[in-house]
T-cell receptor, first 112, second 113 residues
């Protein structure tokens, strides 16, 4: 079945560091790919998405590129801030399916 | 506008009791989803509604779990004879259509003692 594997956390960085959170997937066909974020005390919200190969999703300085050849959708940000501290979830939605399949989440802590 | 709301926000119950969790989707959203998030894990899909029918119930863990939806509105997830392994945060999401962004509620934290 479909699955998502993401980098285990927790990840701790200093402010202004470069961030990469790895995400790889297994799915048939051409899934849509997502990054969701859960800030402390808040609900899960969509950060960015990409719906076809080579698409780049971006939002709030974060980027992720849909790489079909490596079945990856790694999340990157050039300079993180304390306010980026949150749990990040990679997810996919297969063609013809409505449900989201999530990775286990990566807790990110940014220290000032 | 109002987002997805869920109630209660927290529920503590004793093993063997039944619980009902409620989800109010965003107005106009035809699709509704239930997920479960166990401690330290990702979200597991439980069930999906399109209108008031449930084309995909594949994630319901056992026959103790059931869900219903009234029209394109409120949904309730019922867990009968709760077990300790049912302890989790239960999240509801809604979307305008089946291929659109899912908007999540704040969740109901269920603790079974």
């Amino acid at each position: 079945g479909d699955s998502v594997t993401q980098m285990e956390g927790p990840v701790t960085l200093s402010e202004e560091a470069f961030l990469t959170i790895n995400c790889t997937y297994t799915a048939t066909g051409y899934p849509s790919l997502f990054w969701y974020v859960q800030y402390p005390g808040e609900g899960l919200q969509l950060l960015l998405k990409a719906t076809k190969a080579d698409d780049k999703g971006s939002n709030k300085g974060f980027e992720a590129t849909y790489r079909k050849e490596t079945t990856s959708f790694h999340l990157e940000k050039g300079s993180v801030q304390v306010s980026d501290s949150a749990v990040y979830f990679c997810a996919l939605s297969s063609q013809g399916a409505q449900k989201l399949v999530f990775g286990q989440g990566t807790r990110l802590t940014i220290n000032p | 506008g109002a987002g997805v709301s869920q109630s209660p926000s927290n529920k503590v119950t004793e093993k063997g009791k039944d619980v009902e969790l409620r989800c109010d989707p965003i107005s106009g959203h035809t699709a509704l989803y239930w997920y479960r998030q166990r401690l330290g894990q990702g979200l597991e899909f439980l069930i999906y509604f399109q209108g008031n029918s449930a084309p995909d119930k594949s994630g319901l863990p056992s026959d103790r779990f059931s869900a219903e939806r009234t029209g394109e509105s409120v949904s309730t997830l019922t867990i009968q004879r709760t077990q300790q392994e049912d302890s989790a945060v239960y999240l509801c999401a809604s979307s305008r259509g089946t291929i659109n962004e899912q908007f999540f509620g704040p969740g109901t934290r269920l603790t079974v003692l």
